[in-house]
């Protein structure tokens, strides 16, 4: 199987391509120019493998909003070229494979001023995604990313990549095979009371 694997959710963008349950990827940390990135990383990336994509796998987020939608701009245009599939993953069920409890704990990244995307889960059952005030998230474990150093709050640190994203897609593709790539929106998250 040989397929691209994109998350530009964040402050990283990251690129990669899987075939034969291999991978490589390239990253660039801490840009906000996923635009000057996403198409360069893709392209070489394209090179190294014999054989066509069979489908995209793409992070739809919650995280930046520019980033989301360039990489699901970018996302939808070559799959719409190559026609193949997208298959959308998003951050917290990547997050969630790297958590060991079982218990009751908030996913979060960062948003901007004192602000967190977040979801609350409570033994495997997912809350409703917002965007909330950072320091309403303190009475349970947290596990994210991207929060600066003068935001007080003690949190494990979760990197969003393209690899995770990959990973999952795999036993995600015949649910999204026959699906359009219009189908697939990211997830954007405003502010709420």
Do not use: W
Not at 47 to 69: D, R
Not at 77 to 83: I, K
Not at 110 to 121: E, I, L, M
Not at 150 to 177: D, V
């Amino acid at each position: 199987m040989t397929f691209l694997s994109i998350n530009t959710s964040t402050d990283i963008c990251s690129v990669s391509i899987y075939q034969n349950k291999k991978f490589k990827t390239l990253v660039q940390m801490n840009t906000r120019e996923h635009s000057k990135y996403l198409p360069l990383f893709t392209q070489k990336l394209i090179k190294e493998v014999k054989g066509q994509l069979e489908y995209i796998a793409l992070c739809i987020g919650p995280g930046s909003f520019t980033g989301l939608k360039i990489g699901s701009s970018f996302a939808k245009g070559l799959a719409a070229s190559l026609d193949i599939p997208i298959v959308p993953i998003d951050n917290y069920e990547t997050f969630k494979n790297d958590i060991k409890i079982d218990d009751k704990y908030f996913l979060a990244i960062y948003s901007h001023k004192d602000y967190a995307f977040t979801c609350f889960v409570d033994n495997d059952t997912f809350s409703e995604y917002k965007c909330i005030k950072i320091n309403t998230i303190k009475d349970y474990p947290i596990f994210g990313y991207g929060f600066p150093e003068n935001i007080n709050i003690k949190y494990n640190k979760l990197i969003p990549c393209a690899e995770k994203t990959g990973i999952l897609s795999m036993n995600k593709i015949e649910l999204y095979k026959n699906k359009k790539s219009d189908d697939v929106h990211p997830i954007y998250l405003y502010v709420t009371n």
